[in-house]
């Protein structure tokens, strides 16, 4: 047996949220769509991975989420011009990466990165 796929289901009575901070904002694709359900992803190839922490990092809280972009600095930018406030960052890590941290619409802890 092997993993294929790890998704994480964020419950929420507003999916247009999602779709301005995940879609509009960050860029994803739909893949799915039930109506009841709106799964968002890219077409591209992308790892399974799940971490566990006990923080994130630089004395940080552990996100909920952790989204590698190719750039760090557009995100970050995208984000602001969005009204998301940044709670973290942006800071080049010493373990080679530059990341931020911003709060979805639904309270999840984002950790959007880039690997330097």
Sequence with gaps: MKVLRIVANIETPDIAAAMRFYREVLGLDVVM?????????????????????????????????????????AALDAMKAAGFAIEYGPADEPWGVRRFYVRDPFGRLVNILSHR
């Design 33 to 73: 769509d039930h109506g009841w359900i709106r799964t968002l992803g890219s077409q591209d190839k992308m790892k399974v991975q799940i971490s566990f922490a006990v923080e994130g990092g630089s004395g940080s809280p552990v996100p909920d989420l952790s989204i590698e972009v190719d750039d760090v600095d």
